[in-house]
């Protein structure tokens, strides 16, 4: 279950459209989807140094930071890399927005291969698509994720 907290914290601070997941998630993973003026929307991906301890039940992810004992499910999109079962794409939020001038969909994704951990931010609008993808180098065992940079990364879309 996403933590609801996490995603009502960004939509109310991005405005009237706008949706993501926040920095306070287990994951280190956060995204957005933001108005820039009339005519653009800004999508954004970042990742964050975290630690978090996670389990693998299938096809879903069990996430936990040890610190706040914050818990989250997501999950699996994408299988990964042979390896350990945590590499793969996980969904950590999707969020529609129906009272925006136009549709909008927001996910936000996590992508763990060997030594490196992604946050994969997808928006799509009635006006066009954008993908921004934030990658960090990662120490990644049986049991726990360690992000070991501060990543950002930012595409628009115009029209």
């Known amino acids: 279950m996403i933590n609801r907290r996490l995603v009502c914290a960004a939509v109310l601070c991005l405005g009237f459209l706008g949706a993501g ?20 929307i800004r999508c954004t991906a970042s990742v964050m140094p975290t630690t978090f301890n996670y389990t693998v039940m299938g096809d879903t992810l069990q996430l936990m930071d040890p610190a706040t004992g914050l ?28 009272d925006a001038p136009f549709a909008f969909h927001f996910d936000l994704k996590m992508k763990l291969e060997p030594n490196r951990a992604s946050a994969i931010a997808d928006c ?10 934030a990658t960090s180098a990662a120490t990644i065992t049986e049991s726990s994720v360690t992000t070991l940079e501060s990543k950002t990364s930012e595409m628009d879309i115009y029209w």
């Open 71 to 98: 818990r989250m499910s997501a999950p699996r999109v994408a299988a990964g890399v042979a390896g350990l079962p945590v590499y793969g794409t996980w969904l950590l939020d999707s969020e529609d927005l129906a």
């Open 21 to 40: 997941c926040g920095d306070d998630s287990p994951s280190g993973m956060a995204g957005s989807g933001t108005p820039m003026g009339t005519n653009r």
């Open 124 to 133: 799509k609008t009635a006006k066009g698509n954008a993908t921004a993808t």
